[in-house]
T-cell receptor
Framework: NAGVTQTPKFQVLKTGQSMTLQCAQD?????MSWYRQDPGMGLRLIHY???????DQGEVPNGYNVSRSTTEDFPLRLLSAAPSQTSVYFC?????????????????FGAGSRLTVL | KQEVTQIPAALSVPEGENLVLNCSFT??????LQWFRQDPGKGLTSLLL?????REQTSGRLNASLDKSSGRSTLYIAASQPGDSATYLC????????????FGTGTQLKVEL
C-alpha cells in the first residue's frame, strides 16, 4: 500500500515556466487537497477536491490550476511560475464519509515536493 | 476566518519529562481537530484526530484533549524520548468536515538526553 505519492520530490524552475506536480493515492479516498508550506506561515490550502470531477479553491489558489479526472489522481499545475511560488508542496487525501473507526478519517500526506523558482 | 495558534513556537525538555503542547482556534464551529507530527524534510504524520463531539483521544504515550467552547486543544506527551523530537502541528476542519484544514504554525520540540 503506497499511500499518497508525490512527484517530483525536487524541481527548479525559471520564472514564467509551467509545470505539473503529480499526486496519486491508492486508498480509494474521496477527498484530496494541495497545501503549500512556507517558513513562519504554516500550511495553507491551495485547492481541494471532494471527488472525481469536483474541485474548489482554498485559501491561496492564484497561479495554480487543478483537475480531478479520476479518484486516484489530483495534479497541481503551475501556469506561469513566479518566485513567490517557491515553497514545499504537500498533497493529502482522506475518506469523505465518517467511518466511525478510530484513525480511519485522518488526513494522509505525501512526502512533499520542494519547488524553487528562480 | 479561522485562525489557529500554537504556543510555544519551540520547546526543549530533558528526556523523561511529561509535556503539554497548546493549540488555540478562534472559531469554535469545527468538525474535528487533528494533531500531526512533522520530521525535518518530511511529510506530516497524523497522530490523533478528535471529533467535535469528543473530549479526548489517546494513543500510547499521547493524549489529546479538546475544549471546543474555549477554542483550545492540548497534546500531552508522557515520558518524552529523544525520538519525540519533531515539529507538532494542530489543524481544524470546518463544519461539514472535508479536508479544508486550517493549520497552526507548529511547536518545534527537542527532547534532550
Amino acid at each position: 500500500n503506497a499511500g499518497v505519492t508525490q512527484t517530483p520530490k525536487f524541481q527548479v524552475l525559471k520564472t514564467g515556466q509551467s509545470m505539473t506536480l503529480q499526486c496519486a493515492q491508492d486508498m480509494n479516498h474521496e477527498y484530496m487537497s494541495w497545501y503549500r508550506q512556507d517558513p513562519g506561515m504554516g500550511l495553507r490550502l491551495i485547492h481541494y477536491s471532494v471527488g472525481a470531477g469536483i474541485t474548489d479553491q482554498g485559501e491561496v489558489p492564484n497561479g495554480y490550476n487543478v483537475s480531478r479526472s479520476t479518484t486516484e489522481d489530483f495534479p497541481l499545475r503551475l501556469l506561469s511560475a513566479a518566485p513567490s511560488q517557491t515553497s514545499v508542496y504537500f498533497c493529502a487525501s482522506s475518506y469523505g464519509r465518517w467511518k466511525g473507526i478510530s484513525g480511519a478519517n485522518v488526513l494522509t500526506f505525501g512526502a512533499g515536493s520542494r519547488l524553487t523558482v528562480l | 476566518k479561522q485562525e489557529v495558534t500554537q504556543i510555544p513556537a519551540a520547546l526543549s525538555v530533558p528526556e523523561g519529562e511529561n509535556l503539554v503542547l497548546n493549540c488555540s482556534f478562534t472559531d469554535s464551529a469545527i468538525y474535528n481537530l487533528q494533531w500531526f507530527r512533522q520530521d525535518p524534510g518530511k511529510g506530516l504524520t497524523s497522530l490523533l484526530l478528535i471529533q467535535s463531539s469528543q473530549r479526548e483521544q489517546t494513543s500510547g504515550r499521547l493524549n489529546a484533549s479538546l475544549d471546543k467552547s474555549s477554542g483550545r486543544s492540548t497534546l500531552y506527551i508522557a515520558a518524552s524520548q529523544p525520538g519525540d523530537s519533531a515539529t507538532y502541528l494542530c489543524a481544524v476542519s470546518p463544519p461539514g468536515g472535508g479536508n479544508k484544514l486550517t493549520f497552526g504554525t507548529g511547536t518545534q520540540l527537542k527532547v534532550e538526553l
